[in-house]
């Protein structure tokens, strides 16, 4: 009997600390320092939970809808190109076949002054409005 006590102390004194190992956090959450990679899991998981909808959102039948981003992708490329072609035909009257010279030129409200800078050439756009855009093409 009085063996059987005394493996049962070492047993529950022993057992303990054998099987004993540090805990360690580590996040999941990217924004609080997790796995990067786990973005795109947390945010499938979170809008799959989500059960609001936005009443101002109207949805409409597939069909429709195809047919409607299919007319406004031609649309959006009819109007670059034309745009395209009208900005060529402005550049060849105003420049001609040779290569762009430095100066200050008008189309309409927009003023454009072309330099030669270290960079390249730069091109500064100003509307009439005072919003400016400074575009920099470098040398081949």
Known sequence: MKRVLQWSC??????PMAHGQQLIYRP???????NTFNYAWMLSSAQAQDKLKDPSIQRTTTSTNTSQNTLNSFAESLQRQLLSRITNNLVNQQFGEEDIKEGTYRFGDFQVDITNGTDGII???????????TVTVPYF
Do not use: A
Not at 123 to 133: K, L, N
């Open 28 to 34: 999941v959450n990217p924004s609080f320092g997790g």
């Open 123 to 133: 091109i500064r756009i100003t509307d009439g409005r005072g919003g400016e855009t």
């Open 10 to 15: 070492w047993l529950l004194l022993g057992l």
